[in-house]
Structure formats: C-alpha cells, structure tokens
C-alpha cells in the first residue's frame, strides 16, 4: 500500500494532458470566397478564440459583400471584411466550441472547430441537434 502511495504522483505525470489543436492561422472557407484569420479575441480570456473575415477572394459587381442580412438593421450596409464571424471559441479537449456568424443567412449558430489530421479546418454549425459541416483549408 505504502508503494502505490509513492507511486501515485508518477501517474499523474504519465497522463495526457488532453488539449485541441491549434486552429489560429488565415483559412479559406469551403466556397473559396474568403479568408477567416483566426486568433485570440480581443477583450477575451486569453485562451478565447475568434475569426474575423480578412480578406474577401470572390469580389461582387456591386462592390464588397455587405452584411445585409443582419437582423439589427443599423447594421445591414456594413462590409462584410473584417466582420468577426467566430466568437468565443474555447478548448473542449478534442475541440473548440464556441458561436458562428453567417452574414449570407444574417444567423449565429453554436459551432465546432477541430483541426483534422489532413491539416484541414472541419468547421461544423449547429441548431439543436441539426449541425451542417464545412471543410476549411490554410491560406498560403
């Protein structure tokens, strides 16, 4: 008995710390028509994790994408560049959990991130127990 008191705290040590990957970095989303640079939220926990839209890749006839969908309408002519589209994503272990925003359906979800083996970002956005998934890939 003696002995395994001993030898607890090497188990301790011996166990994985259970961490998501990393998923900061410039990603360009499914549809190829932006960028999302991911990284500490400003004003957040440190270990918070937001996206904004950096960079627009498929400009529009009209001039840049704005946010016309928005359910507060003080907010519908603003451009869609620079929108903070994923807030408050933090670590669950083998994810990060937190909200995204669609500005093409004006609605903010409950998301999934997780980093897959391939180096892609699987993107997931769900209501209730209804979830559509997304793949994102590294900007180069």
């Not at 961490?19 to 440190?46: E, H, K, M, N, Y």
């Not at 996206?51 to 890749?57: E, N, Q, V």
Request: proline content about 9%; aromatic content about 8%.
């Amino acid at each position: 008995m003696r002995v395994s008191r001993l030898l607890y705290p090497l188990f301790l040590l011996a166990a994985p710390a259970f961490a998501a990957q990393p998923i900061d970095g410039t990603w360009i989303t499914q549809d190829g028509r932006a960028q999302v640079t991911i990284g500490p939220c400003a004003g957040a926990a440190a270990a918070a994790r937001c996206g904004r839209i950096s960079r627009i890749l498929a400009p529009t006839p009209d001039g840049p994408p704005r946010d016309s969908r928005n359910p507060n309408k003080a907010l519908r002519d603003r451009p869609i560049q620079g929108l903070r589209v994923l807030s408050g994503f933090t670590d669950r272990g083998s994810d990060w959990r937190g909200r995204i925003y669609s500005p093409e359906e004006g609605k903010t979800y409950r998301s999934i991130l997780k980093l897959r083996p391939d180096g892609r970002l699987g993107v997931k956005g769900c209501v209730a127990i209804f979830c559509q998934s997304q793949t994102w890939r590294r900007a180069r």
